[in-house]
DNA sequence: CGGTACATTGAGAAATTTCAAAGTTGGTGG
DNA sequence: CCACCAACTTTGAAATTTCTCAATGTACCG
């Protein structure tokens, strides 16, 4: 279920030449050119400047359990994946869904255990960058520092933003408002072809984010059909009328 | 309604002899031994190593409204403040509250606008310090960048619990949770006197703190009192029976 | 070809909102 | 000191949203 992506055993030979290093993953993302590792490491085509500690997991399995000790800072390579508070009653809340090269969240840059576990929703690939290396490049290098104070302010934005939806916004709307939001997401990618976008989330998963139960979530989502609205699954979100979902979506 | 206090016009007099500025009101806040001021530019007992401009404003206004510009990194000396969004249909959510001492968002540290207003819950004086400043600070000083990465850490979570509050949780434990989080906070202050504390929030700031209508927030208080547990209003509360309170508040 | 997880549907129950009216409180000016 | 005003709180009744329980249908995996 988890494997450690075995790293090159002789990252540099006996005669001291670094080879080309294909298999390193950050050697070959291309989230590199616009995600925070980029950033931190330098962008993609120079070598990576420090070596995560890479694993994968299969769908559904947690990547991190809350209360567990943290091995460094976490970013999701490739796969969907959530960052979750699970209750002892059995509810959960999903705080957020991360997509490829996503950091797990800005403010987990010290030693210590998270409130939150993460689950992945697709197979994930997933890697560890040291907490203190980090903190280390963010310190040292002033616009990365800004680069990062930008990064937690939108992260808190994005809080911000999920309390008023579950604070004060009906059924349908927040489940508009979770669909537009990965819409965006996957169309800043290129991933939004012929209306369609990729969208692994369960019913169930979708329930847990909202704050509605799944049988709820079901009727939503089946009223977004009928209405020829957009229609949500299979792994997919096919939109039909993109103008009153986003109407749906924003802010009254 | 709103005024600025006059700084003294010759901090440094002809002379070059600084004077004892004991009007500054950041000389004489005793938060400065526990909060973020004291870690940012000295504990109380050294005079302050940078001057806010500070200003006061009466209960119920606005201190900023999001999208304005922001004059720096807020905090609020005095008074009990909120963090929220106003929606266009009249709504609101209350996103945090904040007691004396509180830095308005550690996320807040550049140039720009913010997505979210501050209001005063009563006579409020606050301060603001300047951005580039206080940046620097956090930067050059090692212990003071990870008192701070901490304290982003604490607003997070923060954000997440509050999260699970809104998604998961009936109205009885919204509103019990939020009292015994102000409980929490008041005590650790010493400001607990009689199992009585300082509750400043109207029904209807409970109200758009908890996601609730006014109404049933008022009936819920109604049946904490009638059951004996807790007793809110005219600013206060009084704790019966704190255990059942904490009870109700806890995660289940 | 089963089995398991996921999705759908129906009916009734519970929590919360809405609307409307009446009571209270605290502050202000006469 | 009193009267009044405005804002806040309380109460009732009905409507709405969302949940719960339970059964059935569907898709994918080995």
Known sequence: MLR????????VNARGIVPALPDLPCNTCHFRSSN???????????????????????????????GEGNEGVLVICDGWAVRFVQLPNGKRQILSVMLPGDLVSATSMLEGQLGFSVQAVTDVRYCYFPFAEVRAR??????????????????????????????QRTAQERIAALI???????EQRGELVDDEFPFPL????IADFTGLTPVHTCRVLSALRKNAVCDVGHGFVKIMERRELQRMGALK
């Open 180 to 186: 537009v939001h990965v819409m965006q997401r996957c």
């Open 138 to 167: 963010i310190r040292n290098n002033p616009p990365l520092f800004d680069a990062w104070l930008r990064l937690t302010a939108a992260e808190q934005r994005d809080a911000d933003k999920r309390l008023v939806d579950l604070g």
């Open 202 to 205: 369960s019913q169930q998963q």
């Open 36 to 66: 925070f590792c980029g950033a931190l490491f330098g962008r993609s085509g120079q070598p990576m400047a420090i070596r995560g500690k890479h694993r994968e997991i299969a769908a559904r399995q947690n990547i991190y359990r809350a």
């Open 4 to 11: 450690e992506i075995e790293p090159l055993s002789d990252l």
